[in-house]
Protein backbone atom coordinates (compact mmCIF):
# COMPACT_ATOMS: atom_id res chain seq x y z
CA UNK A 1 0.00 0.00 0.00
CA UNK A 2 1.45 3.84 -0.27
CA UNK A 3 2.36 5.62 2.42
CA UNK A 4 2.82 8.70 3.83
CA UNK A 5 6.44 10.27 4.87
CA UNK A 6 6.21 13.19 7.24
CA UNK A 7 8.95 14.16 9.76
CA UNK A 8 7.55 11.79 12.30
CA UNK A 9 8.48 8.90 10.10
CA UNK A 10 11.51 10.38 9.05
CA UNK A 11 12.74 10.95 12.44
CA UNK A 12 11.55 7.85 14.03
CA UNK A 13 11.97 5.39 11.40
CA UNK A 14 8.37 4.08 10.95
CA UNK A 15 6.55 3.53 8.04
CA UNK A 16 3.36 5.43 8.98
CA UNK A 17 2.92 8.93 10.96
CA UNK A 18 0.96 7.18 13.50
CA UNK A 19 1.25 6.66 17.20
CA UNK A 20 -0.42 4.69 19.93
CA UNK A 21 -0.18 6.50 22.72
CA UNK A 22 1.30 4.93 26.52
CA UNK A 23 -1.81 4.32 28.03
CA UNK A 24 -1.31 3.15 31.63
CA UNK A 25 -2.61 -0.56 32.25
CA UNK A 26 -3.12 -1.04 28.28
CA UNK A 27 -0.11 -0.14 26.32
CA UNK A 28 1.80 -3.43 27.07
CA UNK A 29 4.01 -5.46 24.87
CA UNK A 30 1.13 -6.88 22.64
CA UNK A 31 -0.52 -4.00 22.10
CA UNK A 32 2.83 -1.88 21.51
CA UNK A 33 3.80 -4.77 19.34
CA UNK A 34 0.89 -5.16 17.24
CA UNK A 35 1.11 -0.99 16.18
CA UNK A 36 4.96 -1.59 15.91
CA UNK A 37 4.64 -4.62 13.36
CA UNK A 38 1.81 -2.78 12.02
CA UNK A 39 4.38 0.14 10.92
CA UNK A 40 3.03 2.37 13.51
CA UNK A 41 4.69 3.92 16.74
CA UNK A 42 3.83 2.16 19.52
CA UNK A 43 4.49 3.24 22.85
CA UNK A 44 4.64 1.39 26.43
CA UNK A 45 2.94 2.74 29.24
CA UNK A 46 5.59 2.40 32.25
CA UNK A 47 4.01 4.49 34.98
CA UNK A 48 2.03 1.78 36.24
CA UNK A 49 5.31 -0.50 36.36
CA UNK A 50 8.08 -1.31 38.49
CA UNK A 51 11.76 -0.72 37.56
CA UNK A 52 11.71 -4.85 36.81
CA UNK A 53 8.35 -4.83 35.34
CA UNK A 54 9.66 -2.32 32.52
CA UNK A 55 12.99 -4.14 32.22
CA UNK A 56 10.61 -7.46 31.63
CA UNK A 57 8.32 -5.30 29.00
CA UNK A 58 10.91 -4.07 27.16
CA UNK A 59 12.40 -7.74 26.49
CA UNK A 60 8.86 -9.29 25.60
CA UNK A 61 8.22 -6.46 22.79
CA UNK A 62 11.56 -6.81 21.35
CA UNK A 63 10.51 -10.30 21.03
CA UNK A 64 7.40 -9.92 19.42
CA UNK A 65 8.98 -7.25 17.13
CA UNK A 66 12.17 -6.03 15.94
CA UNK A 67 10.49 -2.63 14.71
CA UNK A 68 11.15 1.09 16.44
CA UNK A 69 8.93 1.12 19.42
CA UNK A 70 8.91 4.06 22.47
CA UNK A 71 8.64 3.49 26.53
CA UNK A 72 6.76 6.50 28.39
CA UNK A 73 7.97 8.04 31.94
CA UNK A 74 6.93 9.96 34.44
CA UNK A 75 9.38 12.48 34.10
CA UNK A 76 9.40 13.34 37.86
CA UNK A 77 9.51 9.75 39.37
CA UNK A 78 12.52 9.15 41.66
CA UNK A 79 13.88 6.29 39.28
CA UNK A 80 13.17 8.20 36.83
CA UNK A 81 17.37 8.51 35.36
CA UNK A 82 17.69 4.83 35.89
CA UNK A 83 15.21 3.98 33.40
CA UNK A 84 16.28 6.40 31.48
CA UNK A 85 19.22 4.56 31.25
CA UNK A 86 17.55 1.22 30.72
CA UNK A 87 15.76 2.62 27.95
CA UNK A 88 19.64 3.40 26.10
CA UNK A 89 20.73 0.15 27.36
CA UNK A 90 17.94 -1.72 25.55
CA UNK A 91 18.45 0.28 22.38
CA UNK A 92 14.83 1.69 22.82
CA UNK A 93 14.16 4.33 19.74
CA UNK A 94 11.06 6.52 21.21
CA UNK A 95 11.17 8.33 25.19
CA UNK A 96 7.88 9.99 25.89
CA UNK A 97 6.88 11.73 28.58
CA UNK A 98 3.73 13.04 29.92
CA UNK A 99 5.36 15.71 31.97
CA UNK A 100 8.53 17.66 30.69
CA UNK A 101 11.61 16.06 31.16
CA UNK A 102 14.53 17.60 33.29
CA UNK A 103 16.92 19.29 30.51
CA UNK A 104 19.63 16.98 31.27
CA UNK A 105 18.00 13.49 30.76
CA UNK A 106 16.90 15.11 27.17
CA UNK A 107 20.92 16.06 26.69
CA UNK A 108 21.57 11.71 27.88
CA UNK A 109 18.79 10.59 25.83
CA UNK A 110 19.60 12.47 22.51
CA UNK A 111 23.49 12.03 23.43
CA UNK A 112 22.55 8.03 23.07
CA UNK A 113 20.39 8.60 20.21
CA UNK A 114 16.91 8.38 21.65
CA UNK A 115 14.04 10.27 19.99
CA UNK A 116 12.84 12.19 22.55
CA UNK A 117 8.99 13.22 22.51
CA UNK A 118 7.40 14.89 25.12
CA UNK A 119 3.25 15.41 25.37
CA UNK A 120 2.33 19.29 26.02
CA UNK A 121 -0.98 21.10 26.39
CA UNK A 122 0.39 24.61 25.64
CA UNK A 123 2.33 26.53 23.02
CA UNK A 124 4.58 27.88 25.86
CA UNK A 125 5.48 24.42 27.17
CA UNK A 126 6.08 23.37 23.95
CA UNK A 127 8.51 26.25 23.09
CA UNK A 128 10.15 25.31 26.56
CA UNK A 129 10.72 21.72 25.75
CA UNK A 130 12.05 22.80 22.26
CA UNK A 131 14.61 25.08 23.89
CA UNK A 132 15.96 22.30 25.88
CA UNK A 133 16.05 19.76 23.19
CA UNK A 134 13.34 17.79 22.62
CA UNK A 135 13.16 16.01 19.27
CA UNK A 136 9.17 16.67 18.74
CA UNK A 137 6.10 17.23 20.44
CA UNK A 138 3.10 15.75 21.35
CA UNK A 139 -0.07 18.01 21.76
CA UNK A 140 -3.14 16.74 23.10
CA UNK A 141 -6.79 18.79 22.92
CA UNK A 142 -9.22 18.96 25.24
CA UNK A 143 -11.11 15.73 23.58
CA UNK A 144 -8.58 13.58 24.79
CA UNK A 145 -8.16 11.72 28.16
CA UNK A 146 -5.14 13.47 29.30
CA UNK A 147 -4.55 16.20 31.98
CA UNK A 148 -3.79 18.81 28.95
CA UNK A 149 -6.66 21.12 30.10
CA UNK A 150 -9.90 22.73 28.16
CA UNK A 151 -8.55 23.77 24.53
CA UNK A 152 -9.62 21.92 21.92
CA UNK A 153 -7.75 20.01 19.45
CA UNK A 154 -8.27 22.21 16.15
CA UNK A 155 -7.23 25.61 18.17
CA UNK A 156 -3.97 23.71 20.54
CA UNK A 157 -2.25 21.91 17.33
CA UNK A 158 -2.12 25.76 15.59
CA UNK A 159 -1.01 27.11 18.09
CA UNK A 160 1.98 25.29 18.98
CA UNK A 161 2.48 24.85 15.15
CA UNK A 162 3.17 28.65 15.26
CA UNK A 163 5.67 28.13 18.28
CA UNK A 164 7.69 25.88 17.38
CA UNK A 165 9.73 24.29 14.20
CA UNK A 166 10.01 20.77 15.53
CA UNK A 167 8.00 18.01 14.54
CA UNK A 168 4.54 18.13 16.24
CA UNK A 169 1.97 15.07 16.30
CA UNK A 170 -1.58 15.62 16.90
CA UNK A 171 -3.42 13.96 19.64
CA UNK A 172 -7.06 14.14 21.09
CA UNK A 173 -10.27 13.70 18.78
CA UNK A 174 -8.49 11.09 16.40
CA UNK A 175 -9.55 7.70 15.10
CA UNK A 176 -9.66 7.92 10.99
CA UNK A 177 -8.26 8.99 7.69
CA UNK A 178 -10.13 12.26 7.74
CA UNK A 179 -8.55 13.19 11.19
CA UNK A 180 -4.93 11.99 10.06
CA UNK A 181 -5.75 13.87 6.67
CA UNK A 182 -6.57 17.07 8.75
CA UNK A 183 -3.89 16.91 11.15
CA UNK A 184 -1.43 16.72 8.07
CA UNK A 185 -2.81 19.92 6.40
CA UNK A 186 -2.55 21.70 9.50
CA UNK A 187 1.05 20.84 8.99
CA UNK A 188 1.56 18.13 11.62
CA UNK A 189 3.43 15.76 11.64
CA UNK A 190 1.40 12.62 12.41
CA UNK A 191 -1.67 12.07 14.72
CA UNK A 192 -1.50 10.07 18.01
CA UNK A 193 -4.47 8.10 19.27
CA UNK A 194 -5.24 6.43 22.69
CA UNK A 195 -8.61 5.41 22.72
CA UNK A 196 -9.11 4.09 19.23
CA UNK A 197 -5.82 1.74 20.40
CA UNK A 198 -7.21 0.69 23.56
CA UNK A 199 -10.14 -0.84 21.25
CA UNK A 200 -8.41 -2.98 19.09
CA UNK A 201 -7.87 -6.72 19.09
CA UNK A 202 -4.49 -6.72 20.39
CA UNK A 203 -5.15 -4.49 23.63
CA UNK A 204 -5.49 -6.84 26.76
CA UNK A 205 -8.47 -4.63 28.02
CA UNK A 206 -11.47 -7.48 29.19
CA UNK A 207 -13.81 -7.82 26.42
CA UNK A 208 -16.58 -7.11 28.72
CA UNK A 209 -14.45 -3.69 29.13
CA UNK A 210 -14.08 -2.93 25.22
CA UNK A 211 -18.29 -3.48 24.83
CA UNK A 212 -18.87 -1.22 27.42
CA UNK A 213 -16.68 1.47 25.75
CA UNK A 214 -18.66 0.68 22.35
CA UNK A 215 -22.00 1.27 23.69
CA UNK A 216 -21.05 5.26 24.93
CA UNK A 217 -22.29 8.05 22.86
CA UNK A 218 -20.05 11.51 22.72
CA UNK A 219 -22.01 12.99 25.86
CA UNK A 220 -21.55 9.92 28.13
CA UNK A 221 -17.84 11.00 29.35
CA UNK A 222 -16.67 13.38 32.11
CA UNK A 223 -14.22 15.30 33.12
CA UNK A 224 -13.54 14.91 36.42
CA UNK A 225 -11.32 16.41 39.14
CA UNK A 226 -12.16 13.76 41.86
CA UNK A 227 -10.21 10.96 40.07
CA UNK A 228 -6.70 12.54 41.17
CA UNK A 229 -7.24 16.06 41.45
CA UNK A 230 -6.44 16.82 37.99
CA UNK A 231 -8.65 17.24 34.99
CA UNK A 232 -9.53 13.53 33.85
CA UNK A 233 -11.46 12.60 30.98
CA UNK A 234 -13.37 9.18 31.77
CA UNK A 235 -16.49 7.46 31.12
CA UNK A 236 -19.76 8.34 32.93
CA UNK A 237 -19.93 5.63 35.44
CA UNK A 238 -21.99 5.19 38.75
CA UNK A 239 -18.88 5.50 40.48
CA UNK A 240 -17.53 8.53 38.90
CA UNK A 241 -20.89 10.06 39.50
CA UNK A 242 -20.57 9.11 42.91
CA UNK A 243 -17.06 10.85 42.90
CA UNK A 244 -17.89 13.88 41.40
CA UNK A 245 -20.71 14.45 44.17
CA UNK A 246 -18.72 13.13 46.99
CA UNK A 247 -16.28 16.12 49.46
CA UNK A 248 -13.01 16.62 50.14
CA UNK A 249 -12.83 14.42 53.22
CA UNK A 250 -14.18 11.30 51.41
CA UNK A 251 -11.85 11.79 48.63
CA UNK A 252 -8.88 12.00 50.41
CA UNK A 253 -9.51 8.48 52.45
CA UNK A 254 -10.08 7.04 49.46
CA UNK A 255 -6.70 8.24 47.87
CA UNK A 256 -4.62 7.23 51.23
CA UNK A 257 -6.07 3.06 50.88
CA UNK A 258 -4.98 3.59 47.08
CA UNK A 259 -1.82 4.95 47.94
CA UNK A 260 -1.63 1.64 50.57
CA UNK A 261 -2.86 -0.49 47.81
CA UNK A 262 -0.40 1.11 45.41
CA UNK A 263 2.33 0.94 47.35
CA UNK A 264 1.93 -3.11 48.08
CA UNK A 265 1.25 -3.62 44.30
CA UNK A 266 4.58 -1.97 43.26
CA UNK A 267 6.68 -2.63 46.18
CA UNK A 268 7.46 0.99 46.80
CA UNK A 269 8.70 2.20 50.02
CA UNK A 270 6.86 4.91 51.88
CA UNK A 271 9.91 6.80 51.71
CA UNK A 272 10.05 6.33 47.61
CA UNK A 273 6.21 7.71 47.83
CA UNK A 274 6.85 10.56 49.93
CA UNK A 275 9.94 11.67 47.09
CA UNK A 276 7.84 11.28 44.27
CA UNK A 277 5.16 13.39 45.73
CA UNK A 278 7.70 16.04 46.60
CA UNK A 279 8.89 15.83 43.16
CA UNK A 280 5.20 16.60 41.89
CA UNK A 281 4.78 19.50 44.17
CA UNK A 282 8.22 20.91 43.08
CA UNK A 283 7.74 20.36 38.89
CA UNK A 284 4.13 22.12 39.44
CA UNK A 285 1.06 23.99 40.67
CA UNK A 286 -0.47 20.85 42.40
CA UNK A 287 -1.68 21.32 45.86
CA UNK A 288 -1.04 18.71 48.51
CA UNK A 289 -4.68 17.45 48.36
CA UNK A 290 -3.96 17.06 44.44
CA UNK A 291 -0.91 15.13 45.20
CA UNK A 292 -2.39 12.66 47.86
CA UNK A 293 -5.24 11.94 45.32
CA UNK A 294 -3.15 11.10 42.65
CA UNK A 295 -3.00 7.78 44.56
CA UNK A 296 -6.56 7.26 43.10
CA UNK A 297 -5.55 7.23 39.64
CA UNK A 298 -3.12 3.72 39.21
CA UNK A 299 -5.36 1.63 41.78
CA UNK A 300 -8.76 2.71 40.42
CA UNK A 301 -7.98 2.46 36.46
CA UNK A 302 -6.40 -1.01 37.22
CA UNK A 303 -9.97 -1.72 38.66
CA UNK A 304 -11.50 -1.36 35.52
CA UNK A 305 -9.31 -1.51 32.94
CA UNK A 306 -7.19 -5.24 34.02
CA UNK A 307 -9.70 -6.30 36.78
CA UNK A 308 -12.84 -5.41 34.31
CA UNK A 309 -14.64 -4.34 37.42
CA UNK A 310 -16.27 -0.96 36.27
CA UNK A 311 -18.15 -0.62 39.22
CA UNK A 312 -14.78 -0.07 41.40
CA UNK A 313 -12.78 1.40 38.76
CA UNK A 314 -12.21 3.98 36.11
CA UNK A 315 -12.13 3.78 32.78
CA UNK A 316 -10.34 6.70 30.84
CA UNK A 317 -11.10 7.85 27.47
CA UNK A 318 -11.24 10.22 25.14
CA UNK A 319 -14.42 11.66 23.43
CA UNK A 320 -14.14 10.13 20.01
CA UNK A 321 -15.01 6.86 22.36
CA UNK A 322 -18.99 7.96 21.05
CA UNK A 323 -17.77 7.44 17.28
CA UNK A 324 -16.18 4.14 17.55
CA UNK A 325 -18.54 1.11 16.95
CA UNK A 326 -15.95 -1.98 16.26
CA UNK A 327 -12.36 -3.48 17.67
CA UNK A 328 -10.24 -4.12 14.59
CA UNK A 329 -6.58 -5.03 14.65
CA UNK A 330 -3.72 -3.03 14.56
CA UNK A 331 -2.97 -3.25 11.27
CA UNK A 332 -6.03 -3.05 9.85
CA UNK A 333 -6.83 -0.21 11.67
CA UNK A 334 -3.31 1.61 10.94
CA UNK A 335 -3.83 0.69 6.98
CA UNK A 336 -7.62 2.14 6.94
CA UNK A 337 -7.00 5.31 8.21
CA UNK A 338 -3.31 5.44 5.78
CA UNK A 339 -5.39 4.25 3.01
CA UNK A 340 -8.76 6.86 3.58
CA UNK A 341 -5.88 9.94 4.18
CA UNK A 342 -4.50 8.95 1.07
CA UNK A 343 -7.53 9.07 -0.95
CA UNK A 344 -8.52 12.31 1.00
CA UNK A 345 -5.60 14.29 0.31
CA UNK A 346 -5.79 13.31 -3.43
CA UNK A 347 -8.93 14.16 -3.72
CA UNK A 348 -8.21 17.97 -2.43
CA UNK A 349 -5.41 18.03 -4.52
CA UNK A 350 -8.01 17.52 -7.52
CA UNK A 351 -10.22 20.32 -6.28
CA UNK A 352 -7.49 22.64 -7.26
CA UNK A 353 -7.30 21.16 -10.96
Not at 44 to 64: F, G, N, P, R, V
Not at 65 to 71: C, H, L, S
Not at 150 to 163: C, I, K, N, Q, Y
Not at 169 to 183: I, K, P, S
Request: glycine share 12%; charged share 20%; with cysteine.
Amino acid sequence: MSTLRTALTELVGVEHPVVQTGMGWVAGPRLVAGTANAGGLGILASATMTYDELAAAITKTKTLTDKPFGVNIRADATDAPQRIDLLIRENVRVASFALAPKQELIAKLKAAGVVVIPSIGAAKHAKKVASWGADAVIVQGGEGGGHTGPVATTLLLPSVLDAVDIPVVAAGGFYDGRGLAAALAYGAAGVAMGTRFLLTQESTVPDSVKQEYLARGLQDTTVSRKVDGMPHRVLNTELVDSLEHSGNVRGLVAAARNASKFKAMTGMKWSTLVKDGLAMKKSGDRTWQQIIMAANTPMLLKAGLVDGNTHAGVLASGQVVGLLDDLPTCKDLIDGIVADAIKRIDALGALRA
